[in-house]
């Protein structure tokens, strides 16, 4: 069935430091891809998507690209800074439904 | 700046006793969408409304948990009897059902501890 397998967590990181949250998927046909990140004692929001093969998704530094050879959507920001601390969440959607099916979260820590 | 909102934000009860949560969805946004997030299971779809139809339950233990959308302003869920296994933090969502364009905005989150 249809699946994302998200990096196991917690991550660590300096300020200022590379990031990549690692993303794989299982699905048949085409999905969209998605990116959500949780704040502490918030609701999910969306981060970023892709919905076909080599769209890239960026916002606030954040970017992922959809890889159909690998089936891949690694997220990555080149220097992240203490807000950026949450739990990120990697989902896809399969093409023509509505639901999405998430990853476990991967909880990111960016210290001072 | 539309939002989707929950209440009650927090709720504590006893085993037993019937819990009703709500969702005000997004005005205009005809999917909604209940998820319920622990730490073992972490992000599972509970049910979900197109046009305030149920598509799908599956994720729902049927006996005790039911999801309504009495209208296109509100989305219920209610657990009765709830038991301590169902604490959680619950998750209402919405989107405009369009496909790939489609977003899914997510309210704040009810937290649910049954004692």
New interface residues.
């Given amino acids: 069935g249809d699946s994302v397998t998200q990096m196991e967590g917690p991550v660590t990181l300096s300020e200022e430091a590379f990031l990549t949250i690692n993303c794989t998927y299982t699905a048949t046909g085409y999905p969209s891809l998605f990116w959500y990140v949780q704040y502490p004692g918030e609701g999910l929001q969306l981060l970023l998507k892709a919905t076909k093969a080599d769209d890239k998704g960026s916002n606030k530094g954040f970017e992922a690209t959809y890889r159909k050879e690998t089936t891949s959507f690694h997220l990555e920001k080149g220097s992240v800074q203490v807000s950026d601390s949450a739990v990120y969440f990697c989902a896809l959607r399969k093409t023509g439904a509505n639901n999405l099916f998430f990853g476990t979260g991967t909880r990111l820590t960016v210290i001072p | 700046d539309a939002r ?1 909102t929950q209440t009650p934000r927090h709720k504590v009860t006893e085993m037993g006793q019937e819990v009703t949560m709500r969702c005000q969805p997004i005005l205009g946004h005809n ?1 909604v ?1 209940w998820y319920r997030q622990t730490m073992m299971q ?2 599972e ?1 509970l049910a ?1 409304f ?1 046009n305030r139809a149920p ?2 339950d599956s994720g729902m233990p049927k006996d005790r948990f039911s999801a309504e959308m009495p209208d296109a302003t509100l989305a219920t869920l209610k657990i009765q009897p709830s038991e301590p296994r169902d604490s959680a933090v619950y ?1 209402c ?1 919405s ?1 405009t ?1 369009q ?11 009810t937290r649910l501890t049954v004692l």
Avoid: E, S
Avoid at chain 2, 99 to 109: K, L
């Fill in positions: 989707v999917t969408f972490g992000l779809l979900y197109r598509l799908d998750f969502a989107g059902g496909g790939a364009r489609d977003t899914q905005y997510f309210g704040p989150g």
